[in-house]
C-alpha cells in the first residue's frame, strides 16, 4: 500500500498548510511522467498478483487464537534468508535496492497497513504465454510456505479478509491497551498498525482532518435472538481519555449497527489484485475503462467478510468498511454544514468506486460519465495546458481534490521532477476499484492499470483462480474489442449492491447488454490514426437511449450467459471463445478448465462465497446462541476450520459447499 518513503511527516493540520503545495508540485511530476512516457509503445504485456495474509497465532492451551503482531519479525526473518535472496526474492529494501531478479525468482514479501499483515508477490511478473497461468497456483502456495516458515510454530498466514473478533478484549498478541494517542480508538491499541512512521501519520491525520475518529457502523444480522433494537454492548460510552471519547456521545454509534472507531478495521482487511501493464497508453485506457464495470462482480463473486469485532453482520463484503475507516472528509465536504472553509461537497470517500473512464473511445458516450464529478479547475487547466487531454486531465484533477495526508517535511524543500513522490502522495492514497498507473521513472516499466475489489479467498487454488479468470477476460476484452460501458453511477450502485448477504444469488446488477456494440465511424473518434480510413464517412448507427444499453442482471447471467437468444453472452464464454480463438492445447486448456470451473459455479450458485460458509459454519456452531454473537471458541473453530480448507487445498470435508465435487475429482496436484 504505497511507498515507504523515511522523513519527518508533519502533524495535521501543519500537513493541512502545504497541501496545495503538494498537489501543484504532484501535477508537475505527473506532466513531466506524461511527457515522457505518453508515446511509450510496445510495452511487454505483462501482469502480476498481490497476496494479503492475515498472522494468527494460535494459543493451544487457552483454545485461543490472536492476531500476531510480529510482521516486522517475520519480515526481518524473510530479508535475512540467504537462500530466499540468492534467488531473488525476500523483502525490497530501499538502501540495497530492489532484489535481483534471476529465473527461479524467489517471492517477495511486503509489510501493509496492520501489523498482523503480510503481503506477497511473485518474485517476476507474469508474462503473456497461457503456460504461465499454470504456475501462478502453484507460486501462490510456495508463498505461503515460505511464509509460514518464518513464522513461530504457532503462527500461520491465513486468508480472510478479516480477523472475526478483531477489536474485542484480548485479540492480540503481545496484547497493549486501546486508546492510544495515534487512533484514539476504544476498542484497538496504536500498536495495531505497522509502526512505520507513514501508517500511524496516516491513521491520525486521516481523523484529525475529518475532526472526529472515522466512524465504522455496519448493519448488524439480526438473528432469531439478537436483542432488538441492536446496541453494540461492547461501545464504552464512559470512557474520558481523549476529546474524540465524545463521538460515541454525539452519536457516532448507530442502532442496529457495530460499531468501529479506527483505520485499522478497515485496512486491517485482505483482499488479492491484480496489475497489468498495457502496451501503450491508450491500451491501458481502455483496460481501466473496461475493467470497471466488472469490479462490483468480482465483488460479490469474492465476498468473504460476514463477521466484524465478534458479531455476524448483515453484509457479505469488506468494501464499505475500508472506504469508511479512511473517509477523512470534513463535516462541510460531507454536506452535514454550509460550505466556508472547504472548497466542495465531496460525494466518496478516498477509498471508493471508480468515478471516472479514462479512455479515448468513441464508444464512451458522455452519458455514461459523472455530470456533476469534483474537479480541482485549476489543476485540470494546468495539465491541459501542459498537453494532457480532457477525459485524462479530468481523471487527475479528480483525483487531486484530496489533502495529501502524510507530508514529510523534507521533501518540501525543493521539486524534482524526476521523482514521483508527490503525485504519488496523492495518488497512492486514492484508493478506488481501478488505479491507472503511470510509468515511474528511472525504469523500464509501461502504464499500468490495477484492479482492486477482489476479496482474498481461504485457498490458493481459488485466488489463482480469480487471478486467471481477469487475466482472461481482459486480454478477451482486448482481442475482442469488447464493450462493458454501462454509466458510472450504476457501478457505483453496483458496488453496493454486492454487499448484500449472498448478493451472488440474490441481487441483480446493472450491466450492458450487448458486449460487441459496434464503434460509431472512425471519424468522430477524434483520434483515428489513418487517412482515408474504409468507412470514415459512413454514417454512425444512431444511438438509442443509454438505458436501452443495459439491464438488470444476475451475477449467474453475467458470468455464464442468460439463456435468452437476446441476452448477455456471458464472460466464461467470451473467455472460452477467445481461448478457442487463440488454439490453445488441450493440455492447457483443462487445466485452465478448472479455474474456470469455479467462477462459473460460484457464480450459478452451485458452490458457496466464503461468506457465505463461514456464515453457516458460525450459524451451526453448537456455541452460537442465535444471537448474532461470534465468541472466542467459536472463533477458535472457524479459525481452525480456515486453516483446514486452506492446508488442504479445499478437500477437507468442511469445504464441502465451497468446493464440490473438486474434493474428489478436481484435484489440484
Ligand atoms: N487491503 C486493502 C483492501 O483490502 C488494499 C490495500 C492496498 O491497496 O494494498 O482493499
Ligand atoms: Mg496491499
Redesign the pocket.
Known amino acids: 500500500?504505497g511507498l515507504l518513503a523515511l522523513g519527518t511527516p508533519l502533524e495535521w493540520p501543519e500537513a493541512k498548510k502545504v497541501a496545495g503545495q503538494v498537489r501543484e508540485w504532484g501535477i508537475e511530476q505527473l506532466l513531466a511522467i506524461w511527457r515522457r512516457a505518453k508515446a511509450k509503445e510496445r510495452d511487454a504485456m505483462l501482469w502480476g498478483d498481490?497476496i494479503?495474509y492475515l498472522v494468527v497465532a494460535y494459543d493451544h492451551q487457552n483454545n485461543k487464537v490472536r492476531l500476531s503482531l510480529r510482521q516486522a519479525d517475520i519480515l526481518e526473518a524473510l530479508a535475512s534468508d540467504e537462500k530466499l535472496l540468492s534467488q531473488g526474492g525476500g523483502v525490497p529494501d530501499v538502501q540495497r535496492g530492489d532484489p535481483k531478479k534471476s529465473d527461479v525468482a524467489a517471492p517477495v514479501f511486503h509489510p501493509?497497513f496492520g501489523r498482523f499483515m503480510l503481503e506477497a508477490t511473485p518474485g517476476k511478473p507474469w508474462g503473456i504465454g497461457f503456460k504461465d497461468l499454470l504456475d501462478v497456483e502453484q507460486n501462490m502456495k510456495w508463498r505461503r510456505v515460505i511464509a509460514k516458515e518464518h513464522m513461530a510454530p504457532n503462527e500461520f498466514p491465513i486468508t480472510m479478509t478479516t480477523f472475526p473478533r478483531l477489536g474485542s478484549p484480548d485479540c492480540i498478541t503481545p496484547p497493549y491497551p486501546p486508546s492510544g494517542p495515534k487512533l484514539r480508538s476504544q476498542f484497538l491499541p496504536d500498536e495495531i498498525a505497522n509502526p512505520h512512521i507513514r501508517f500511524p501519520t496516516l491513521a491520525a491525520n486521516i481523523r484529525a482532518r475529518r475532526g472526529r475518529k472515522v466512524e465504522i457502523n455496519v448493519p448488524v444480522f439480526r438473528d432469531e435472538r439478537t436483542p432488538w433494537p441492536f446496541h453494540d454492548p461492547t461501545v464504552d460510552y464512559d470512557l474520558h481519555n481523549w476529546p474524540e471519547d465524545d463521538d460515541v456521545r454525539n452519536g457516532a454509534a448507530k442502532e442496529n449497527h457495530i460499531y468501529m472507531d479506527a483505520m485499522a478495521f478497515g485496512?486491517g482487511?485482505?483482499?488479492v489484485?491484480i496489475t497489468f501493464q498495457a502496451k501503450n497508453i491508450e491500451e491501458g485506457r481502455k483496460m481501466y475503462d473496461q475493467l470497471s464495470p466488472l469490479a462490483p462482480i468480482m465483488l460479490a463473486l469474492t465476498a468473504a467478510t460476514p463477521i466484524y469485532k465478534g458479531f455476524l453482520a448483515d453484509t457479505d463484503a469488506?468494501w464499505n468498511q475500508?472506504s469508511r475507516s479512511v473517509d477523512d472528509r470534513t463535516p462541510e465536504e460531507l454536506g452535514e454544514k454550509p460550505l466556508e472553509n472547504d472548497r466542495w461537497r465531496i460525494p466518496k470517500s478516498r477509498y471508493a468506486s471508480n468515478s471516472t473512464y479514462i479512455s479515448q473511445d468513441a464508444r464512451l458516450r458522455k452519458e455514461y460519465l459523472d455530470p456533476n464529478l469534483v474537479v480541482d479547475p485549476a489543476l485540470k487547466a494546468r495539465l491541459m495546458e501542459g498537453g494532457m487531454d480532457d477525459l485524462l486531465a479530468t481523471h487527475f484533477a479528480h483525483l487531486f481534490i484530496r489533502d495529501p495526508i502524510v507530508v514529510f517535511a523534507e521533501d518540501l524543500q525543493q521539486l524534482d521532477l524526476d521523482k514521483v513522490d508527490h503525485f504519488e502522495n496523492l495518488q497512492s492514497t486514492n484508493?478506488q476499484h481501478m488505479r491507472f498507473k503511470p510509468p515511474p521513472p528511472g525504469n523500464d516499466t509501461g502504464w499500468r492499470v490495477e484492479f482492486?475489489p477482489m476479496e482474498i479467498q481461504m485457498t490458493d487454488f481459488e485466488n489463482a483462480a480469480f487471478c486467471i479468470f481477469i487475466v482472461l477476460i481482459t486480454r478477451a476484452i482486448l482481442s475482442f474489442d469488447l464493450n462493458f460501458y454501462i454509466p458510472i453511477a450504476r457501478v457505483a450502485d453496483n458496488m453496493e449492491t454486492a454487499h448484500a448477504r449472498d448478493a451472488v444469488n440474490t441481487q441483480k446488477f446493472w450491466f450492458r447488454k450487448d458486449p460487441f456494440s459496434p464503434r460509431p465511424a472512425a471519424s468522430t473518434n477524434g483520434r483515428s490514426g489513418g487517412t482515408n480510413t474504409p468507412g470514415a464517412d459512413a454514417t454512425p448507427p444512431p444511438l438509442g437511449p443509454v438505458e436501452d444499453e443495459y439491464a438488470q442482471m444476475s451475477v449467474d447471467e453475467i458470468i455464464n450467459g442468460s439463456a435468452s437468444t437476446a441476452g448477455f453472452p456471458g464472460l466464461i464464454p467470451l473467455v472460452e471463445s477467445y481461448l478457442d480463438s487463440m488454439n490453445v492445447d488441450v493440455e492447457t486448456r483443462c487445466e485452465l478448465a478448472r479455474y474456470l470451473d469455479l467462477i462459473r459455479r460460484r457464480a450459478d450458485g452451485s458452490l458457496w462465497t466464503a461468506a457465505r460458509w463461514i456464515r453457516e459454519y458460525v450459524q451451526t456452531h453448537d456455541k452460537y446462541q442465535k444471537d448474532s454473537v461470534v465468541g472466542d471458541d467459536m472463533q477458535w473453530d472457524l479459525v481452525k476450520a480456515v486453516e483446514r480448507v486452506t492446508v488442504s487445498d479445499g478437500k477437507d470435508e468442511v469445504a464441502r459447499q465451497m468446493f464440490g465435487e473438486r474434493r474428489g475429482g478436481l484435484k489440484t496436484q
Do not use: G, K
Request: proline share 0%.
Open positions: 500500500m498481490e494479503e501493509e485496512m482487511s485482505c483482499c489484485q469488506r475500508i484508493w482492486r
